[in-house]
């Protein structure tokens, strides 16, 4: 698992070792790793490091010392290096004398005065900053044409949150000392491609952390010599209706492509759900659709008395079951059947239909808000988003980041359902199903997106038919 720890607790892991070595040594050692990523971007983009010119946007404290350190490392290889300060009088002393001696230029930051770099470390502010960029900084920025680095996180990004109120920097590559930031998951676009130098921490297990694709095709199902269709997990889907029958249709189409053992449907939209998937066994109602191990109830079903009376039979039995779409609005009506239910349940809300659940917008801090409503209502929460957050009751959360927002489309939130329960329907943990779902889920779209005409359209049916791809490309992973 990859591990985000808050900036308070990479801190507090950072004092020991600040105590115990000599001064400057933590520094030194992570603006050592900084200046290697930075002369392998230069390479790979010009083809030299020796030669090439490198602008330090340097702030007070730690951060900008960082970046002198850096820029000290790179005019030993030979790199033309111009630190900018940002705030004179509160720039790093050692890292400024050291850079001064290694024969680097200095100048005070001001819009006009950026030159022509090749690349720009962005050592504006670190962890301990909060708020958007200052108008001098932003001025700054703004002139940048030439990739930046970002020195531990992107400037006016909320390291703990990843949110942004106001001008901040896109990084092309952030790294990172020592540990995962929250911001590196939550803002990844943000973030650029992230690579993390390691200064030596030690820190204990985090509770926010992200799948590995090798971790979800370990745990994918995949059927045994004895297993038959019931033990590789029957899941139930009760989606669609007169008005939406696409959302039958797609949601049992995910569950059977993620390898469901069985699919049952239940509604109004058997005859357009079986007129795609005649393996699908079909039933109008879910008094009749017979036994499952997991159930979906939600997509597309309306939300009138029959659907709220279906909904609360579902969420009386004893099964796991996943609840979406209008399911969630009849909840947000009356929340009664789920609050103390034995068996997992799990709400897959996007930020609209989290705001009808709780009466506000998930804001600015995603990862707070996600977890309050998981613990307040006892249950397993999806929060929908480029970084999908899936939070248990007891806090710990899995986020998803999936690399673009191709699947924010219509009909792609059926598709999330279907493959989810489909892996709760095998027995996974809720928690561990919607991971590897959110991530299925993402990679099936990022393939959509890319499947010839890269600049046409994704439709959720596009999605579909590359979730089998994507699940074998995560087994693939995980063999």
């Known amino acids: 698992m990859r591990s985000y720890h808050r900036s308070d607790r990479v801190r507090a892991a950072e004092a020991p070792l600040?105590?115990?070595?000599?001064?400057?040594?933590l520094m030194r050692r992570a603006a050592y790793g900084l200046a290697r990523v930075v002369a392998t971007e230069l390479a790979a983009r010009t083809g030299a490091v020796a030669g090439r010119r490198v602008s330090l946007l340097v702030g007070s404290g730690d951060n900008g010392g960082d970046a002198l350190w850096a820029g000290v490392f790179l005019r030993r290889r030979g790199v033309a290096v111009t630190a900018l300060?940002?705030?004179p009088d509160r720039a790093h002393p050692a890292g400024l004398a050291a850079l001064r001696a290694a024969g680097g230029r200095v100048r005070t930051a001001t819009a006009g005065n950026l030159g022509d770099p090749d690349l720009v470390l962005d050592g504006i502010v670190g962890i301990s900053g909060r708020g958007a960029l200052r108008p001098a900084a932003a001025a700054i920025v703004d002139e940048i044409t030439a990739p930046i680095v970002a020195v531990d996180t992107p400037s006016g990004v909320d390291p703990d949150t990843?949110?942004?109120d106001g001008p901040a920097v896109t990084a092309t590559v952030t790294v990172a000392f020592g540990a995962l930031k929250p911001v590196h998951a939550l803002a990844a676009a943000r973030c650029g491609r992230i690579e993390l130098v390691d200064i030596?921490?030690?820190l204990r297990e985090s509770d926010l952390v992200a799948a590995e694709p090798a971790e979800i095709g370990a745990i994918w199902p995949t059927p045994g010599p004895d297993d038959d269709k019931y033990s590789q997990g029957v899941v139930g889907v009760v989606a669609g209706s007169a008005t939406y029958p696409g959302a039958g249709v797609l949601c049992t189409g995910a569950a059977v492509a993620a390898t469901s053992g069985m699919v049952r449907y239940a509604g109004t939209a058997a005859a357009e759900v079986l007129a795609r998937h005649p393996e699908v066994v079909a039933a109008t109602s879910f008094a009749a659709a017979g036994r499952a191990q997991a159930?979906?109830?939600?997509?597309?079903?309306?939300?009138?008395?029959?659907?709220?009376r279906t909904l609360a039979a579902v969420l009386a039995t004893d099964l796991p079951v996943l609840v979406d779409a209008d399911g969630l609005s009849l909840l947000a009506r009356d929340p009664s059947p789920v609050r103390g239910r034995s068996a997992p349940t799990l709400l897959t809300p996007h930020a609209g239909e989290f705001a009808r659940l709780t009466g506000r917008a998930p804001g600015p801090d995603r990862l707070a808000a996600v977890r309050q409503l998981a613990a307040d209502w006892g249950v397993h929460v999806l929060l929908k988003g480029r970084a999908t957050l899936i939070a248990?009751?007891?806090g710990h959360v899995f986020v998803n980041d999936a690399g673009g927002s191709w699947a924010s489309t219509a009909g792609a939130g059926d598709l999330l359902a279907g493959i989810v329960g489909a892996l709760m329907s095998s027995g996974m943990p809720v928690d561990l199903a919607a991971a590897a779902g959110a991530r299925a889920h993402a990679l099936a779209a990022n393939l959509a997106a890319h499947d010839g005409n890269a600049a046409a359209p994704v439709s959720a049916s596009a999605i579909l038919a590359q979730l089998r791809a994507a699940v074998r490309a995560l087994r693939a992973h995980g063999s």
Do not use: I
């Not at 600040?18 to 040594?25: R, V």
């Not at 159930?295 to 709220?308: E, S």
């Open 18 to 25: 600040l105590a115990a070595l000599p001064d400057g040594t």
């Open 295 to 308: 159930w979906v109830v939600g997509p597309g079903g309306g939300t009138d008395p029959a659907a709220a």
């Open 200 to 202: 030596g921490l030690d």
């Open 392 to 394: 248990r009751p007891d």
């Open 162 to 164: 990843g949110a942004v």
């Open 85 to 87: 300060l940002l705030d």
